[in-house]
């Protein structure tokens, strides 16, 4: 079945390092991807998202580029800030189901200043 | 405009005890999901409703139920409850349910079985 595969955390980085959140997929298909953030006792926030091969989503300095080749979404920002601290998802959506989302385990940034 | 509102937002109950809980789409939504949030298992899919009708199901037991009513608002039930019920229960909202629409969160209601 569909699958999502994102790297372990917690990710520990300085504030203005450069920060890549590794993602990769398995599904049948052409599924659209998404990374989703979810700051600390909140929901789910949408980051940026794609719905074709070589797509770039893109949102507030984070970057994803939907890669069919090599089946990866990976998550990437030229320079972090505290305020980027939170659990990061990549997650799929396949055509065959409709709006439901496969997740990935989830990756912990940390960021300090 | 208002977001997706789920109701309550924290909640006790004991083990056997039943529980629903709400959520209210984005005005002109007319898909909306489910979805439970653990530690261990991490995000899954429950189920996702659209124009009233069942339209998916993730690997739940029949334990776990919802609907949808004209209005596009909708409940998910759980009945029964076990410890490992306790969670976060996420609703989720899109337009018209397409895989590459953009699906929108509600803030979740923690449920805590004890």
């Known amino acids: 079945g569909d699958s999502v595969t994102q790297m372990e955390g917690p990710v520990t980085l300085s504030e203005e390092a450069f920060l890549t959140i590794n993602c990769t997929y398995t599904?049948?298909?052409?599924?659209?991807l998404f990374w989703y953030v979810q700051y600390p006792g909140e929901g789910l926030q949408l980051l940026l998202k794609?719905?074709?091969?070589?797509d770039k989503g893109s949102n507030k300095g984070f970057e994803a580029t939907y890669r069919k080749e090599t089946t990866s979404f990976h998550l990437e920002k030229g320079s972090v800030q505290v305020s980027d601290s939170a659990v990061y998802f990549c997650?799929?959506?396949?055509?065959?189901?409709?709006?439901?989302?496969?997740f990935g385990k989830g990756t912990t940034l940390s960021v300090s200043s | 405009k208002a977001g997706v509102t789920q109701t309550p937002r924290y909640l006790i109950k004991t083990r056997g005890q039943q529980v629903t809980l709400s959520c209210s789409p984005i005005?002109?939504?007319?898909?909306v999901s489910w979805y439970q949030q653990t530690p261990g298992q991490g995000l899954q899919f429950l189920f996702e409703?659209?124009?009233?009708?069942?339209?998916n199901k993730g690997n739940f037991p029949g334990r776990f139920s919802g609907r949808q009513f004209s209005n596009s608002r909708s409940e998910m039930n759980v009945s029964t409850l076990e410890l490992g019920d306790s969670a976060l229960y996420l609703c989720?909202?899109?337009?018209?349910?397409?895989?590459?629409?953009?699906?929108?969160f509600g803030e979740g209601s923690w449920l805590t079985v004890v």
């Open positions: 989720a909202s899109s337009l018209e349910g397409h895989s590459g629409n953009t699906i929108y």
């Open positions: 599904a049948t298909g052409y599924p659209s």
């Open positions: 794609a719905t074709k091969a070589d």
């Open positions: 997650a799929l959506s396949s055509n065959q189901a409709g709006t439901a989302l496969i």
């Open positions: 005005s002109g939504h007319r898909s």
């Open positions: 409703y659209f124009s009233e009708t069942q339209r």
